[in-house]
């Protein structure tokens, strides 16, 4: 019997075990941190071996095939020493794809990946397809697979699940847009960090298509060397008909094959630049998957807010509260920024990932009243953005939300759009996010 070993026991850890278990696979899960009862309930129900608080060696050198977290990087010795004894080590999603048979709508980007990835599965559902969500949000890929398989999935990738994907294919691929983020684990290059984007394109086929956005300098450049196999569609938020969406005054256009979809933009329910990107890429998928208008726009037209996305969490006192914990680099902060209507107080800070900030100073000069940096070292975001706003250092959630709370005036915003990760006040994002929306939700009573 072969050996499947599994580093990492969360979502796509667990779920990768299912699979394994089901395809007849010895199972073994190794966590080098805690496991979460939810996890290990279903690991002790399905009889899977597992072990946490440290990685046997002798037991992980012992598999025909090992399937690792995403947030296990390559340069881990065990992760090397695995490869170095020829011992293959793939991604929960390249495991779960050999094994699928379905066709996969797959979405990667520096930004707006999660708000396309769920638009573009609610419009799928609301048409009628049998549509799974997969990836970094829905549940494991391998699990469905395993226990409720779809005719489809449309499933969002980071760059780290990209890295161990080999054989998967996508028969549409929307890359959103690459800026800099994660280079602490590409060696602080870009470029390592967009070739990992571009593995999106692996194994596509000429009928295949690949939706890309045409305004970021670096995919657009790619896009132009000819290398592309698959039918490529560009989307614009310029009037330049020559792509396949662009925008004609307020109206957002779709063109692939013989259809056009046309709708105005302020009938989209979510707003701002960076969400007509994000329905572009969506419409256009739509469209190669053969949504009707109808379906489209009904789709388009009741899609519900992101959470931790520009989420509007509450006006008190005259003042918006916005949870934007999801911005985790300068890029994602530009749209926040560039979307905002009224004076900002904006709440920054976290773990820092190399992060430029020039980008950002325009927008800081015309529309930041305030900057409440947040974090355990706010020393960087301090010495870039002083010049040009008041800053307030803060190092926790409690003393944010108590200068936000006495400095905010009627009319104000303010938002929290951290342009770092959060790790080193938070569990994750989400975390962030969460007691954010409870901290301003305390602030009504």
């Known amino acids: 019997m072969e050996r499947l070993v599994i580093l990492g026991g969360g979502e796509s850890g667990t779920g990768a075990a299912l699979l394994g278990k089901k395809l007849g696979y010895e199972v073994f899960l190794s966590d080098k941190g805690k496991l979460s009862d939810k996890y290990k309930e279903v690991l002790e129900r399905e009889g899977i071996a597992y072990e946490e608080g440290r990685h046997s060696e002798n037991k992980i050198f012992a598999a025909s095939l090992v399937v690792k977290s995403p947030g296990i990087p390559d340069k881990q010795p065990v992760i090397a020493a695995l490869r170095e004894k020829g011992i293959e080590v793939i991604s929960e999603i390249e495991f779960a794809g ?15 990946k999660t708000t396309t990835t769920l638009l573009l599965h609610h419009i799928l559902k609301g048409a009628g397809i049998d549509v799974g969500l997969a990836g970094n ?35 549409t691929a929307i890359l959103t847009n690459i800026t800099p983020d994660h280079l602490d684990r590409y060696d602080y290059k870009f470029e390592n960090y967009a070739n990992a984007k571009f593995r999106i394109l692996n194994n596509m086929r000429p009928e295949d298509l690949f939706i890309y956005g045409y305004d970021c300098d ?55 630049r960076h969400n007509v990107y994000n ?42 509260y916005i949870n934007d914990s999801k911005a985790t680099n300068v890029d994602s902060a530009w749209y926040a920024l560039d979307s905002m209507r009224a004076p900002v107080v904006w709440i920054a800070g976290g773990t820092d990932k190399g992060n430029d900030y020039s980008a ?39 003393e944010t939300m108590a200068v936000a709370a006495r400095r905010a005036e009627k009319g ?28 301003v939700k305390e602030l009504l009573k």
């Open 218 to 272: 670096v995919v657009r450049e790619r896009v132009a060397e000819g290398k592309i196999v698959p039918k490529a569609a560009g989307f614009t938020y310029s009037e330049d008909s020559r792509l396949n969406a662009y925008m004609e005054g307020n109206v957002v256009v779709a063109t692939l094959g013989e259809r056009t979809f046309r709708i105005n933009k302020q009938d989209i329910t979510i707003q701002g």
């Open 360 to 398: 950002l100073f325009d927008l800081v000069r015309k529309k930041v009243k305030l900057l409440i940096c947040m974090g355990v070292d706010n020393k960087k975001l301090i010495d870039a953005f002083s010049p040009m706003c008041e800053v307030v250092d803060t190092h926790s959630l409690d």
């Open 137 to 171: 949000v829905g549940n494991s890929l391998a699990a469905q697979v395993a226990e409720n398989r779809h005719r489809a999935y449309v499933v969002e990738l980071s760059s780290f699940q990209l890295d161990g994907m080999f054989r998967f294919r996508c028969d």
């Open 98 to 112: 050999r094994h699928a048979g379905t066709k996969m709508y797959c979405i990667t980007g520096s930004n707006g």
């Open 279 to 320: 329905a572009m890429a969506a419409i256009l998928a739509a469209l190669k998957a053969g949504v009707s208008d109808e379906d489209l726009r009904k789709g388009l037209t009741t899609f519900p807010q992101v959470e931790h996305r520009l989420e509007t969490v509450a006006v008190v006192n005259g003042v918006t």
């Open 412 to 439: 104000d915003v303010v938002l929290l759009s951290p342009c770092c990760a959060s790790f080193d006040l938070f569990k994750n994002y989400e975390n962030r996010g969460e007691l954010f929306k409870e901290k």
